[in-house]
């Protein structure tokens, strides 16, 4: 089983900073990749940075420039560096994480931690 466990939300100011981190623990495999969500109240949940095994990443356009996400393999541990926070990246963020087990992707979510952007 895997889990995957996120922290550094909290309340910040517009224009501020925060860094989330996802610790995976348990049993994983690879190929795999790994994923930042949110999901702001009455909307679905988006897509926001993704990262695979060779570090190669996407962003959402909204957060392209300003987000950073990044992977210690080593410590199984995901990042996402948030810069130039703004009031509509308020939501929960979820940390996702997909692997590969035979033939079957396999996906894992965390609880999520709450990012509020206001002055």
């Known amino acids: 089983q895997v889990q995957l466990e996120e922290s550094g939300g909290g309340l910040v100011q517009p224009g501020g900073s925060l860094r989330l981190t996802c610790v995976v623990a348990?049993?994983?495999?690879?190929?795999?990749?790994m994923a930042w969500y949110r999901q702001a109240p009455g909307k679905d949940r988006e897509l926001v940075a993704y990262?695979?095994?060779?570090?190669?990443?996407n962003y959402a356009g909204s957060v392209k420039g300003r987000f950073t996400i990044s992977r210690d393999n080593a410590k199984n541990t995901l990042y996402l560096q948030m810069n130039e926070l703004k009031p509509e990246d308020t939501a929960v963020y979820y940390c996702?994480?997909?692997?590969?087990?035979?033939?079957?992707?396999?996906?894992?979510w965390g609880q999520g931690t709450q990012v509020t952007v206001s002055s």
């Open positions: 996702k994480r997909s692997e590969l087990r035979s033939i079957t992707w396999h996906h894992y």
């Open positions: 990262i695979a095994t060779d570090g190669s990443t």
């Open positions: 348990g049993s994983i495999f690879s190929p795999d990749s």
